[in-house]
């Protein structure tokens, strides 16, 4: 195959979802922020983040959305650092309880790229209690480990791994991937602005949030991360999208990760389809590919972009980079044949045979297709921290 020419193709066809993402700073977005089109006044957390992160990838100046994600985010933010993960120009949507740990993520690659890091000592002490009130609220002693508010918080809508469980109550893997993620961003953003001591403490953190992950999430006898139930100390079992998160930040051996990339995330049984990855595995028993986005959008079995482009990343940490290329390959099918046939993407497809699901009109974290085969082929990971 010809990569040049299928990343010109898809590069021509995605051209068209730049015109509706970007708005203009609005009372208490104070900076332009990014929207997933269509109607959307709102900033969404991971939306805006890994669409700030694309057009970043696409352009160093274009790192200003990434600076701009994160402003809006911490000047929103309570004293104690309480922020919802959706800002409206009215302010907070209780919707999504607090933003996702990827603040500090943000803050990091926008200072990278604009190679600017005088703002971040000026707003250290909001990020850092941005970052903490995870530590201070959504923490569990027992494991040293973290929890979501709710599986709506996580974005994964309506995972079964973290679904109609009590609030607080499921120490998830894709929460502790993220949070490990922030902790190695605050240890190099502390550096860079001289504060040593910082430095350091969210580097034994990072460590040890790395340490029990793989002590109390990690099955050595499954070959795969697991959520845990605290009221009993056990296993969720569920083969879901979170379960591979880890992968992205490369947190397993080669030996382990090669044992659940191949029974599981590329084993056609559990999560490979003719379409992508599956969010759910196809053998449980609540898998299936149900157009729904209210009450919650579903991630019980649909093909997922923004999944697949986290999947991508960890089998390229891994050394799949055919594997990776093939899936690259099959998300940009479904793209392309959603923008010729409907005009538009959408936010998730039926993984039997490919079809448009929920959301019409979607773009979001959809353009980090824009340039995914381009950074496959030139070894490039625009979030790497």
């Avoid at 490990?180 to 550096?191: L, N, V, W």
Wanted: charged letters at 20%; hydrophobic letters at 35%.
């Amino acid at each position: 195959m010809n990569y040049n020419q299928e990343i010109d193709k898809i590069k021509q066809a995605l051209n068209y979802t730049y015109k509706g993402i970007i708005k203009p700073a609005n009372k208490a977005l104070k900076y332009d922020y990014l929207v997933p089109a269509g109607p959307y006044t709102e900033q969404w957390d991971w939306d805006a983040f890994f669409m700030a992160g694309a057009l970043s990838s696409q352009g160093i100046k274009n790192a200003i959305f990434l600076k701009n994600w994160s402003l809006n985010y911490i000047l929103n933010s309570q004293e104690n650092g309480k922020v919802a993960g959706c800002i409206t120009p009215e302010g907070d949507d209780p919707r999504l309880n607090q933003m996702k740990p990827l603040l500090a993520q943000g803050v990091l690659l926008a200072s990278k790229y604009l190679q600017d890091w005088d703002w971040c000592k000026d707003y250290w002490g909001k990020i850092q209690k941005i970052v903490n009130y995870r530590f201070d609220h959504f923490w569990v002693e027992k494991y040293d480990l973290g929890v979501w508010y709710d599986s709506m918080e996580s974005g994964a809508d309506n995972n079964v791994a973290s679904l109609n469980y009590p609030n607080k109550s499921v120490i998830s893997v894709d929460f502790n991937t993220f949070m490990y993620r922030e902790c190695k961003a605050m240890s190099q953003i502390a550096d860079k602005v001289g504060l040593a001591k910082d430095s350091t403490w969210y580097t034994q953190k990072a460590e040890k949030i790395k340490e029990n992950m793989l002590k109390y999430l990690w099955s050595e006898e499954d070959g795969i991360f697991w959520n845990l139930d605290i009221s009993n100390g056990e296993y969720i079992k569920r083969i879901s999208y979170s379960c591979f998160l880890p992968l992205w930040e490369d947190i397993l051996s080669s030996h382990q990760a090669e044992k659940t990339i191949k029974n599981y995330l590329l084993n056609t049984d559990h999560l490979l389809s003719d379409y992508g990855i599956r969010t759910l595995s196809k053998q449980d028993i609540e898998y299936n590919n149900i157009n729904m986005i209210k009450p919650h959008s579903n991630w019980q079995g649909p093909i997922w972009p923004i999944a697949n482009y986290l999947h991508i990343q960890g089998l390229l940490n891994y050394g799949f980079t055919k594997e990776a290329i093939e899936i690259c390959l099959k998300i940009h099918n479904l793209l392309l044949q959603d923008i010729q046939k409907s005009g538009g993407m959408h936010e998730n497809y039926d993984a039997e045979n490919g079809q448009p699901l929920a959301a019409p009109n979607f773009i979001s974290w959809n353009i980090l297709f824009d340039n995914c085969l381009n950074e496959i082929i030139n070894n490039r990971q625009p979030f790497e921290i």
